[in-house]
């Protein structure tokens, strides 16, 4: 089965994301809502799950159970992005209007991985 490239490009994008959890922690866990009582697992387990995620999509056997993980993490991680637009320190000083285009940027994600579950 020949995967098309924009499977391979979320994916990569997923992976690189993930990686970037652990490179640069400090930045996912200041997004973090203060409600969550263990941000710097809650970064450990999101970070993780993007790596797994994108390397499961790669594979066809496991290619709609890691597009159906994705629709989840991202549901899972909205509360960041409501946080990052919320809260000036969280928001790393971007214009308020970048913070409030990446709120509806989760639907446009959440169809692209739902493309995959089919």
């Known amino acids: 089965m020949n995967l098309p490239w924009h499977l391979y490009l979320m994916a990569v994008l997923y992976i690189i994301a993930?990686?970037?959890?652990?490179?640069?922690?400090?930045?996912?866990?200041?997004?973090?809502?203060?409600?969550?009582?263990?941000?710097?697992?809650?970064?450990?387990?999101?970070?993780?799950?993007?790596?797994?995620?994108?390397?499961?999509?790669?594979?066809?056997?496991?290619?709609?159970?890691?597009?159906?993980?994705?629709?989840?993490?991202?549901?899972?991680?909205?509360?960041?992005?409501l946080f990052m637009y919320q809260n000036k320190k969280a928001g790393f000083g971007l214009p308020k209007w970048i913070l409030f285009v990446r709120l509806p940027l989760q639907i446009f994600l959440i169809f692209w991985a739902y493309q995959y579950t089919l």
């Open 18 to 81: 993930g990686l970037n959890h652990f490179r640069n922690p400090g930045m996912y866990i200041r997004i973090i809502p203060p409600f969550f009582s263990n941000p710097k697992l809650i970064n450990i387990l999101s970070g993780g799950a993007e790596i797994l995620f994108g390397i499961l999509l790669m594979i066809p056997f496991t290619m709609h159970f890691a597009a159906w993980g994705i629709i989840a993490l991202l549901i899972a991680v909205f509360p960041a992005n």
